[in-house]
Nanobody
């Protein structure tokens, strides 16, 4: 069964940057469209960015131009470079595939944007 582990979150100032990483087990992820999701307190989980197995990307309007998703299929790894952070980016960030049933959700990594 695929397991995912997110890391790289922390505290950033508005306008700052963070880079999130996701390590996944299982060779099946190389062919899966993967995504970063986030969930802010009191809100539903939302998809932030997605990337196909061949590297095509798509972003939520709220992060377009600021976030960059990438993957390293050889390492079963996913990343999210976040620049120009805003307070509304504060959330717990998760990685998973985009189709249901989802793999078991990891713990996520907390991103807090505050001055």
């Amino acid at each position: 069964q695929v397991q995912v582990v997110e890391s790289g979150g922390g505290l950033a100032q508005p306008g700052g940057s963070l880079r999130l990483s996701c390590a996944a087990s299982g060779s099946i992820i190389r062919f899966a469209t993967m995504a970063w999701y986030r969930q802010a307190p009191g809100k539903q989980r939302e998809l932030v960015a997605r990337i196909t197995g061949s590297g095509n990307t798509a972003y939520a309007d709220s992060v377009k131009g600021r976030f960059t998703i990438a993957r390293d299929n050889a390492k079963n790894a996913l990343s999210l470079q976040m620049n120009g952070l805003k307070s509304k980016d504060t959330a717990v960030y998760y990685c998973n595939r985009v189709v249901e049933p989802y793999w078991p959700w990891g713990q996520g990594t907390q991103v807090t944007v505050s001055s």
